[in-house]
Nanobody, 124 residues
Framework: QVQLVESGGGLVQAGGSLRLSCAAS????????MAWFRQAPGKEREFAAA????????YYANSLNGRFTISRDNAKIALYLQMNNLKPEDTAVYYC?????????????????WGQGTPVTVSS
């Protein structure tokens, strides 16, 4: 089993930055694909970013326009999401997810393990 715990969410003004963290424990996830998803109130969970096991490949939702950066530290078994120039539409609960392998990587159904989420609120 894998346990994922997110942290770093909070309230920030538009244009500000936040760094989300996800700590993994249990079975090693160093070779797993890991990702960040987000879910705004009343909307479906959507893909934000993903990173391959060794961190060599990174994928982002087109809508982010380069404002977010995903990274991982396999020594610390941690995943990060640096979010810059935040906008009110980024307000959501952000979830960390992990899977041994994925085909597309952008679908929630591909991921086996999920954290409880950390809320991010961006005020205008």
């Amino acid at each position: 089993q894998v346990q994922l715990v997110e942290s770093g969410g909070g309230l920030v003004q538009a244009g500000g930055s936040l760094r989300l963290s996800c700590a993994a424990s249990g079975r090693t996830v160093s070779n797993y694909v890991m990702a960040w998803f987000r879910q705004a109130p009343g909307k479906e969970r959507e893909f934000a970013a993903a990173i391959s096991g060794r961190g060599g490949n990174r994928y982002y939702a087109n809508s982010l326009n380069g404002r977010f950066t995903i990274s991982r530290d396999n020594a610390k078994i941690a995943l990060y999401l640096q979010m810059n120039n935040l906008k009110p539409e980024d307000t959501a609960v952000y979830y960390c997810a992990a899977a041994p392998t994925v085909l597309d990587g952008r679908l929630p159904s591909e991921y086996d393990y999920w954290g409880q989420g950390t809320p991010v609120t961006v005020s205008s």
